[in-house]
């Protein structure tokens, strides 16, 4: 199972039912954020939703990092 997770309160509460969810089928939980890279804060946010994977028991996080053209 893979889970898109923003960062958010609301999302992380989702992220983590859903490891839940999936622990109790036996399935893998993978959270994956986008750091936008378009607030300074926005890399930081990304390790923080790590941190909060691994505290919720997912199989990992991953982060797809955007580069826009200057």
Do not use: I, K
């Given at each position: 199972?893979?889970v898109?997770?923003?960062?958010?309160a609301?999302?992380?509460?989702l992220?983590t039912?859903a490891?839940?969810?999936a622990?109790g089928r036996?399935?893998p939980c993978l959270?994956?954020?986008v750091?936008?890279?378009?607030?300074?804060?926005s890399?930081?946010e990304a390790v923080?939703?790590?941190?909060?994977?691994?505290?919720?028991?997912?199989q990992?996080?991953c982060?797809?990092?955007l580069h826009?053209?200057?």
């Open positions: 199972l893979v898109a997770v923003s960062g958010g609301d999302s992380l509460t992220a039912l490891v839940g969810w622990r036996g399935v959270w994956v954020t750091d936008h890279g378009l607030r300074r804060e890399a930081a923080a939703v790590g941190l909060h994977a691994l505290q919720a028991g997912a990992g996080h982060v797809a990092r826009w053209p200057h």
